[in-house]
């Protein structure tokens, strides 16, 4: 299977990340440095934080030696750490923490990430997915919006369209697929994400 790893480079000056940055695209190394770090270190900043992503970690504490070798060099100071994806939390964490192993591990990193989520939610009042159900009439689109409200499920209905807030992907598609056997031809169902700035949107574009 494969993993992704990154080194988390947090500077103390911003202005200093670019030069680091070119400093990294031009850096030389010896064949065996060369040969653990490989060819594909890809390296992003955004602001004072820097990352070079990496498939291994054996790749990834390399890069670590050669970024704190040209941070010293160059006089700066800065916090690095080495952190590995963990796909079912949907997270970096840091990369001794092993990857699950069971389904039991599995199943608390998911329910982590939806306890997660579901805090973001309620501080921003928005979801990141939603389930959208067109149903033929205003009648049975009141009707299944009464129905999930009563179930406890965020619900909004307009005209024909009710839609459902979800905290997570896997949740957004189990709703679907629960109203898509229930509603049969009688509705269209789909699961839709929220971009980052939809929050700041008065309209909410429906099948666009």
């Given at each position: ?25 031009a850096v030389n190394v010896d064949d065996e440095a060369r040969e653990r770090l490989g060819r594909n ?57 092993p990857l699950p192993d069971t389904a039991a591990e599995e199943e608390v990193e998911y329910e982590e ?90 309209f909410q574009f429906i099948g666009f």
């Amino acid at each position: 299977m494969a993993e992704d790893f990154r080194v988390e480079v947090e500077l103390d000056d911003e202005a200093h990340g670019y030069p680091l940055r070119e400093r990294l695209r031009a850096v030389n190394v010896d064949d065996e440095a060369r040969e653990r770090l490989g060819r594909n270190v890809v390296v992003t900043r955004d602001g004072s934080r820097m990352f070079a992503y990496t498939p291994t970690e054996a790749q990834a504490r390399e890069a670590e030696r050669i970024i704190s070798e040209l941070l010293s060099d160059e006089g700066l100071s800065g916090d690095l750490t080495v952190t590995r994806w963990h796909p079912v939390a949907e997270e970096w964490r840091d990369a001794s923490l092993p990857l699950p192993d069971t389904a039991a591990e599995e199943e608390v990193e998911y329910e982590e990430r939806e306890a997660a989520e579901r805090r973001e939610a309620a501080e921003e009042g928005e979801f990141d997915w939603h389930v959208v159900a067109e149903l033929r009439g205003r009648d049975a689109a009141g009707d299944l919006s009464r129905e999930l409200f009563a179930e406890g499920l965020p619900v909004t209905r307009r005209w024909r369209y009710v839609t459902v807030g979800a905290v997570t992907e896997e949740r957004a598609e189990e709703l679907a697929e629960r109203l898509r056997s229930e509603l049969g031809d009688s509705g269209d169902v789909w699961v839709e994400a929220r971009l980052d700035d939809d929050a700041f949107r008065p309209f909410q574009f429906i099948g666009f």
